[in-house]
């Protein structure tokens, strides 16, 4: 029976400019390093049987990263967990660890459907406009934006992604909170929702100049939001 250990860890500010490619990257080094017997694939070019949750951003940080490592052999929890803490870099933190249900048989990948976000905003702006434009997009019953990739450009309702209404938080550090669907067909990102309430609703904030952390991904189970650990 394989060993499949998946583990919460973050990605901090640190890191916040490199790849998902670079963040796997340095991940799978720590693995190495703390000398946990990782599985790998067969074949000319192995590769250690590590799968991550959903690839984030760059530019945005996390609280809340998943990832699921197959062993070669049996190994202690505890062990992994005080070893992987040793080993990994500034802006990655091991926060816990399970061993996989054997009979869970969904890869990670598929498992998230939704993600939290929260965005810090920059001091000095008109707080009622957010309030306005916030309340604008809600009060849409569509909203399609330019989906832009380097292969392709297609418009895309975002409004059907939406897993909650936004919500402005005024503190110390005024903050939105976003929730977003992750579905076969598709979805979207924070930033793109942002771009759609500035460049549509009169949101008076770039986003260039906000802070995006990702703080949860969920899947349901017995009609709950569960976090990817539960």
Not at 119 to 126: D, E, F, T, W
Not at 195 to 208: K, N, T
Not at 209 to 219: A, M, Y
Request: contains cysteine.
């Amino acid at each position: 029976m394989k060993t499949i250990i998946r583990a919460e860890i973050t990605k901090g500010e640190e890191i916040r400019y490199i790849s998902h490619l670079d963040y796997a990257g340095a991940v799978e080094r720590a693995i190495r390093r703390a000398g946990i017997p990782a599985a790998y694939s067969e074949g000319f070019n192995p590769h250690m049987k590590l799968a991550f949750a959903s690839a984030l951003a760059v530019g945005v940080t996390s609280s809340s990263e998943y990832m699921d490592v197959e062993l070669a052999e049996p190994y202690s929890l505890s062990c992994f967990t005080q070893l992987l803490e040793q080993a990994l870099p500034k802006g990655i933190r091991l926060k816990r660890a399970i061993y996989k249900d054997a009979a869970d048989k969904k890869a990670l990948m598929a498992l998230a459907e939704r993600a939290s976000y929260r965005i810090v905003l920059p001091s000095g702006y008109n707080k009622e406009a957010i309030k306005k434009a916030i309340a604008s997009f809600e009060a849409e019953l569509d909203v399609v934006i330019w989906k832009v990739t380097p292969k392709s450009r297609k418009e895309v309702e975002v409004k059907q992604y939406m897993a909650a209404p936004i919500k402005f938080v005024e503190g110390e550090q005024d903050e939105i909170l976003m929730d977003i669907l992750i579905t076969p067909q598709g979805s979207v990102k924070p930033e793109q929702i942002l771009r759609a309430l500035y460049d549509m609703f009169g949101f008076p904030i770039e986003v260039e100049t906000v802070q995006i952390e990702r703080t949860g991904l969920f899947c349901r189970r017995n009609g709950k939001w569960t976090a990817l650990i539960a």
